[in-house]
């Protein structure tokens, strides 16, 4: 064993490949060290929160009365794993993308000045599953109602997620959902485990 001491180390040409090490050998840090990688591309390296989506709504839909209607979602702003289901409208986790997943969501609806009472807005996992729910309860007249929330999934390839909206209102007229990426969305990326 020997101690080399020097202030740079570089490739015989001043490009290629630098391999310090072995396989099945450990590359120690010493404590009090620093090892400033600011500078460099990283490849490798601690880890990054993809894949990751971000998913909105930009065609008009309206809702019923009293009725629990899945949000069409068929847009996307950032989606270079290919999470929209664009035939279905919602999101469709890619083959070899399963993980675990920050998720969030909102849901916007133009309410108008009428009361009502029982809107909810929940997030489903395979059509079935209610897997978050935002409630509201509506004791005088309003606007617009945005819902949503935000939580940590488990998903596999082919698990899909839908959003679900329920609004009773005493009027019993339909209501529109907002459109656009600031009003109704659903995003997520996955998490560094």
Do not use: C, W
């Not at 490798?44 to 629990?68: E, R």
């Not at 068929?74 to 989606?79: E, F, I, K, R, V």
């Not at 509506?138 to 617009?144: D, K």
Request: aromatic share 8%; net charge negative; no cysteine.
């Amino acid at each position: 064993m020997g101690t080399i001491k020097t202030t740079n180390i570089e490739t015989i040409t001043g490009s290629g490949t630098l391999t310090l090490g072995a396989s099945g050998e450990t590359i120690s840090i010493p404590s009090g060290a620093t090892l400033d990688l600011s500078n460099a591309t990283q490849t490798g390296v601690g880890g990054i929160n993809t894949p990751f989506f971000n998913l909105y709504k930009t065609a008009s839909q309206t809702v019923n009365d009293a009725t629990t209607t899945k949000i069409d979602i068929d847009t996307a702003l950032y989606d270079a794993d290919g999470f929209l289901d664009s035939t279905n409208k919602r999101v469709l986790v890619p083959s070899g993308k399963g993980g675990t997943y920050l998720i969030s969501y909102t849901v916007r609806a133009n309410v108008g000045t009428e009361q009502g009472n029982n809107f909810s807005a929940h997030l489903r996992l395979n059509g079935s599953t209610t897997v978050h729910i935002d409630y509201k309860y509506l004791n005088g007249g309003i606007e617009q109602m945005t819902f949503g929330g935000s939580l940590v999934l488990t998903l596999a390839a082919a698990d899909y997620l839908e959003i679900r909206i329920f609004l009773d209102r005493n009027d019993n007229t339909t209501t529109n959902i907002g459109t656009g990426r600031s009003n109704t969305q659903i995003s997520g990326f996955k998490l560094i485990t």
